[in-house]
């Protein structure tokens, strides 16, 4: 079945150091890839996606890479902020759409 | 993002009583959707509403009841609950359920926050 392997938590970096957040997903077909994020005592909030092999979500600073041949789409930002510190889910929709298959969830946590 | 709300905020209930949670988008989407978030694990798809017919039902205990009366409102019943049902219940809605593509992106509610005593 479809599934989405994020990267254990939690990540600790300094203001304006490189994120990576790695995600892999098992799936049939095509499916769209997403990051969410959730910050504390909030839903999820869509971060960014992409519907297709090669192409490139962003938004805020971060961006993410779909790639069919390492079925990868991992989450990058090259300075994160304080603000940034929340926990990243990794999310994956099947071709009937039927719903959103989640990973566990990463927790970033940004000191200054 | 303030098209998808949730109420009430936070929730404490008994095991004996009877509650309901609240959800209503106004983004004209004709899907929702209830998660259950508890602490690490990954989130649990509970239940799916396609144009106001339920489309799935994850193995979820009938001590939860869904209801939607119409695409813009989806409720949870809740009744004899257990302690480990304590969560957050997260609502969602999108375009349609099996639309794929781009149409596919869900939309979240701040979620309520149960805990069952």
């Known amino acids: 079945g479809n599934s989405v392997t994020q990267m254990e938590g939690p990540v600790t970096l300094s203001e304006e150091a490189f994120l990576t957040i790695n995600c892999t997903y098992t799936a049939t077909g095509y499916p769209s890839l997403f990051w969410y994020v959730q910050y504390p005592g909030e839903g999820l909030q869509l971060l960014l996606k992409a519907t297709k092999a090669d192409d490139k979500g962003s938004n805020k600073g971060f961006e993410a890479t779909y790639r069919k041949e390492t079925t990868s789409f991992h989450l990058e930002k090259g300075s994160v902020q304080v603000s940034d510190s929340a926990v990243y889910f990794c999310?994956?929709?099947?071709?009937?759409?039927?719903?959103?298959?989640f990973g566990k969830g990463t927790t970033l946590s940004v000191s200054s | 993002e303030t098209g998808v709300t949730q109420t009430p905020r936070h929730l404490v209930m008994g095991m004996t009583n009877k509650k309901s949670l609240k959800c209503e988008q106004h983004l004209g989407h004709n899907a929702m959707y209830w998660y259950k978030q508890s602490a690490k694990k990954p989130l649990e798809l509970m239940f799916v509403y396609n144009f106001k017919e339920q489309t799935e039902n994850n193995s979820v205990p009938s001590r939860f009841s869904p209801e939607c009366p119409n695409s813009s409102h989806l409720f949870l019943h809740l009744h004899t609950l257990q302690p480990e049902d304590s969560a957050l219940y997260l609502c969602?809605?999108?375009?349609?359920?099996?639309?794929?593509?781009?149409?596919?992106?869900?939309?979240f509610g701040p979620g309520t926050r149960l805990t069952v005593l």
């Open positions: 999310a994956l929709s099947d071709q009937a759409g039927t719903a959103l298959i």
């Open positions: 969602a809605s999108s375009q349609e359920v099996g639309s794929g593509g781009a149409t596919d992106t869900q939309y």
